[in-house]
């Protein structure tokens, strides 16, 4: 009988999870095709999604008990040895430390002045101009800040789409919008103003609110929302 190679690589196009992660992103795998992954083969008579779903089936679909699991009990499972169970250990400890790490991490903006805190000390120094975006969930919370560009003395410039590309990969439901004055100056140019315009309609066709426009200098902050601007 001709034996059969159940690696990743000789699946059908469409039971690939790397190439259907890399084609409809990370959410759109099941956890068994996620653990697949990190095992990368099967056995024989076993592929490697279906190792995957016998490893969660024991453990009732529950990944907090297989990151309990010993390295002696994960090799327990046909198909599983040494290697493959360290990986799945380390894999699953890593989200268990990023879970810990968000819970303390995450800052919750509750006003102008709380975003004016968080970003003085990045941008509220410089000489130069920067824009920066924070990009928050439903309880408003940062779960990425990012610089958008960098510029001169008097001026950067914003690139609309990408904004929300990155709201979208991180699945931020509303961002706000902080660039520094160099100058000191707490007022809002026509171009900061036509910008906000642009991107909160932008934002309005993808669901994903302008929550503020915080000018931000090394003493104080213009917020675009207090100002009545919005």
């Known amino acids: 009988m001709e034996q059969r190679n159940f690696s990743i690589k000789n699946w059908a196009e469409d039971d690939k999870p790397r190439e259907k992660l890399m084609l409809k992103g990370k959410s759109a795998l099941s956890d068994a095709e996620l653990l697949a992954i990190l095992i990368g083969s099967g056995s024989r008579n076993e592929s490697a999604v279906e190792l995957s779903k016998r490893i969660l089936a024991s453990v009732d679909n529950n990944l907090n008990a297989i990151g309990k699991r ?3 009990q994960l090799i327990e499972f046909k198909g599983i040895g040494e ?3 360290i990986t799945i250990i380390a894999a699953l400890e890593l989200g268990r430390r ?3 790490e968000e819970a303390i991490t995450l800052k919750k ?3 102008s ?3 004016f805190e968080l970003m003085q000390p990045i941008i509220g120094e ?3 101009e920067e824009f920066w975006i924070l990009y928050l969930n439903n309880s408003n919370k940062v779960i990425y800040k990012a610089q958008l560009s960098k510029g001169g003395i008097t001026g950067t410039v914003v690139d609309i789409r990408l904004v929300f590309k990155m709201a979208l990969e991180h699945n931020a439901t509303s961002i706000i919008l902080t660039h520094n004055h160099p100058s000191g100056k707490l007022l809002a140019s026509d171009a900061d103003i ?3 315009k642009k ?3 932008a934002g309005q066709q993808l669901d994903i609110t302008i929550l503020d426009h915080i000018i931000i200098t090394e003493n104080g902050f213009y917020s675009f929302q207090d100002e009545g601007i919005f």
């Open 70 to 72: 010993s390295l002696k």
């Open 83 to 85: 290697a493959k169970a």
């Open 98 to 100: 990023r879970r810990d």
């Open 109 to 111: 903006i509750t006003s």
């Open 113 to 115: 002045k709380s975003v």
């Open 126 to 128: 410089l000489p130069h």
């Open 194 to 196: 036509q910008i906000t």
């Open 199 to 201: 991107l909160k309609l």
